[in-house]
């Protein structure tokens, strides 16, 4: 009895004859243009994903970083009133675990003006040189002008502020406060002027358009805080804490204190940002499965032109196996070589966004990104290696698992009927 030799599964002559089959012009009976457009589709579709996914985690980060930068982690209240014992109230915090430092601070508004007789809106932040030197945000900006030390001799305000006032160091601002004698008119006004020793920007432009600091004293002075303080700021080790140790805070603060988190003022935005973000995976998913499904079409075409060449590998032997095998690489490899090609692209974009948006504002004459509007000087983007094995994990899994199925196909043809009119 004659031995029966087996191969073994994707054996070297089954990479061959699925390689042949790819590169195959449509005169040979290929579908060399199907090969093309799948690969395309693939490669944008995950490039599409890529990009779309880094951006997001930029800004959600970028989001993050600039609304807790340059504010408190948890912030404590007094509601309906300011915190007399604020000195004894911050040392008690700051026995607190996790608690990196505790600045007292004077909260006001007022109407801001410069020497071009342009107005503005204020808001007052009255605070010691050392705690705002705590802030990451102002102090280690990219875009900043003047010395911060100098603080104690005048005040420090927003870059988008300073444009909008035409404002530079050295100039000097007026700041008009409804904080003035109580009059049988009502509150009377308070004008001072400042010189303008510190510009900074945040990274957000409405934390940038009305942000001012003033020295602790200067601001307990012009605001009619003597002695007292309207808020305690206070950073953490960890911000991502401060749901945790917000109540904690809030116990050491002493009765009739409030406690709440940056979480608490910014978390329906970070709800709406996690929600966009499952919809917008959902939807390029959507148009990653679209483009997989080119490769069924391009395999269904190949199958078809391929009956003789199947009918014939039969009956020399091989078994189903094996033409399952030749067509899933076919299928397989396109999708394989479309999501690596999609990958490169996509970390490129998002490693050079920088660049490219450089180049697209250029060619557009400039103005494309609007911070006024957007609040955000720049498109943020942030590689994540989650985000890129998401993408290279939906891409392969939907192009290998659909190419099973026209794979199948070429498999159980039975080489009598595919030879039948040869």
């Not at 014992?85 to 996790?98: L, M, S, Y």
């Not at 808001?123 to 705002?132: C, N, P, Q, V």
């Not at 603060?253 to 929600?275: E, K």
């Not at 890129?388 to 659909?402: C, F, M, P, Q, R």
């Amino acid at each position: 009895m004659a031995e029966v030799r087996t191969t073994r599964p994707f054996a070297k002559f089954e990479w061959m004859i699925a390689w042949r089959y790819i590169r195959a012009k449509r005169a040979e009976g290929g579908v060399s243009v199907m090969t093309w457009i799948s690969l395309i589709g693939v490669t944008l579709a995950v490039f599409a994903l890529i990009a779309t996914l880094a951006v997001r985690s930029g800004f959600r980060a970028e989001f993050i970083d600039t609304i807790a930068g340059a504010n408190a982690h948890v912030s404590v209240v007094m509601p309906r009133g300011v915190i007399t014992d604020f000195e004894q109230v911050a040392d008690n915090i700051r026995a607190v675990d996790g608690v990196r430092t505790v600045a007292p601070l004077i909260r006001g508004q007022a109407m801001a003006s410069g020497p071009s007789g342009r107005i503005g809106l204020a808001d007052i932040h009255g605070i010691r040189l050392e705690d705002l030197k705590a802030s990451d945000a102002i102090v280690q900006s990219e875009r900043t002008s003047g010395n911060i030390d100098d603080l104690p001799n005048g005040i420090a305000i927003g870059s988008a502020l300073a444009a909008n006032l035409g404002l530079d160091i050295g100039d000097r601002i007026e700041l008009t406060t409804r904080s003035g004698a109580s009059t049988p008119m009502g509150q009377a006004t308070r004008r001072n002027a400042y010189e303008v020793v510190y510009i900074f920007s945040t990274g957000r432009f409405q934390i940038d358009e009305v942000r001012v600091y003033l020295p602790f004293d200067v601001a307990q002075l012009i605001m009619n805080r003597d002695g007292v303080a309207d808020e305690l700021e206070i950073r953490l080790d960890d911000l991502n804490q401060s749901e945790v140790l917000k109540q904690e805070i809030a116990n050491a603060a002493g009765p009739g204190m409030w406690a709440y988190s940056w979480q608490d003022r910014v978390g329906r935005f970070l709800r709406a940002l996690t929600i966009e973000d499952n919809v917008m995976f959902i939807i390029l998913s959507i148009l990653v499965l679209v483009a997989s499904m080119n490769i069924i079409s391009g395999l269904i075409m190949l199958v078809k032109n391929k009956g003789r060449d199947v009918g014939i590998l039969r009956t020399m032997g091989l078994t189903e196996g094996s033409i399952l095998r030749i067509f899933f690489i076919c299928g397989a490899g396109i999708g394989t070589i479309g999501t690596a090609l999609g990958v490169i692209l996509g970390c490129l974009f998002a490693i050079y966004i920088d660049t490219i948006f450089s180049f697209v504002n250029y060619v557009a004459g400039g103005g494309v990104w609007d911070p006024s509007i957007r609040g955000i000087y720049n498109i943020p983007a942030e590689l994540r290696l989650v985000d890129v094995l998401k993408a290279v994990s939906l891409s392969l899994g939907l192009s290998w698992i659909i190419t099973i199925f026209p794979a199948r196909r070429a498999a159980r043809m039975n080489p009598v009927e595919a030879l039948r009119y040869e």
